[in-house]
């Protein structure tokens, strides 16, 4: 596509509760990363994955948060048992090249509010 | 580890008024530089950015940075700043070699006409 694509943009979650947060990168950029943006701070950065290899998991805050890639397509993020912490904007970006000197395309985030 | 500061957190201005939004980052080698735009209610978008040549960058919409290594600093400037302005800014480094880019905490523009 054109941009890069997240999904859904805006999702209200009970406490507790999975949720699964969807990129769909720009075709043909082979990494991708995911970070978050909490009120009033700075973006947060979750997790790296460049093309087949093992992605870079440093910025993930707790083992209730996971992502897949499959190649160089969709990504998706998981938060098991949501907190209110993990409210948030989480944004999607993706770039040419593996690394972050090709700049990043970001989506226009999905917006989590855990209630 | 890199980090990137940015000191003014919210900034209110004229229009006309000049505009200079700094940036710092701590990291010893090599490093592109970037500053991105977030308008009300869109999504990130690059602004501009420093690879290796004239420090002096120019983007998007009549900014400019300037790179000085000998202080760690990547500063914003515009001369004559307009309402549309109106946005947050986000400075970023990478560090050559490394995959992320590490952003600042922003900061928070507003432009009164």
């Known amino acids: 596509g054109a941009g890069v694509s997240q999904s859904p943009s805006n999702k209200v979650t009970e406490k507790g509760k999975d949720v699964e947060l969807r990129c769909d990168p720009i075709?043909?950029?082979?990494?991708l990363y995911w970070y978050r943006q909490r009120l009033g701070q700075g973006l947060e950065f979750l997790i790296y994955?460049?093309?087949?290899?093992?992605?870079?998991k440093s910025g993930l805050p707790s083992d209730r948060f996971s992502a897949e890639r499959t190649g160089e397509s969709v990504s998706t993020l998981t938060i098991q048992r949501t907190q209110q912490e993990d409210s948030a904007v989480y944004l999607c970006?993706?770039?040419?090249?593996?690394?972050?000197?090709?700049?990043?395309?970001f989506g226009s985030g999905t917006r989590l509010t855990v209630v | 580890a890199q980090s990137v500061s940015q000191h003014n957190h919210h900034v209110i201005l004229s229009e006309a008024a000049s505009l200079e939004l700094g940036c710092n980052y701590s990291?010893?080698?090599?490093?592109?530089l970037f500053w991105y735009v977030q308008y009300p209610g869109q999504h990130l978008q690059l602004l501009l950015k420093?690879?290796?040549?004239?420090?002096l960058v120019k983007g998007i919409k009549g900014f400019e940075a300037e790179f000085i290594k000998s202080k760690f600093s990547f500063n914003l400037r515009k001369p004559s700043v307009q309402w549309s302005d109106t946005a947050e800014y986000f400075c970023?480094?990478?560090?050559?070699?490394?995959?992320?880019?590490?952003f600042g905490t922003g900061t928070r523009l507003l432009v009164s006409p």
């Open positions: 970006a993706s770039s040419l090249g593996g690394q972050g000197s090709y700049g990043y395309t």
């Open positions: 075709s043909g950029h082979t990494a």
């Open positions: 994955f460049q093309g087949n290899s093992a992605p870079d």
């Open positions: 990291y010893g080698g090599t490093v592109n």
């Open positions: 420093y690879f290796s040549g004239d420090p």
């Open positions: 970023a480094v990478n560090a050559l070699g490394f995959q992320k880019l590490v």
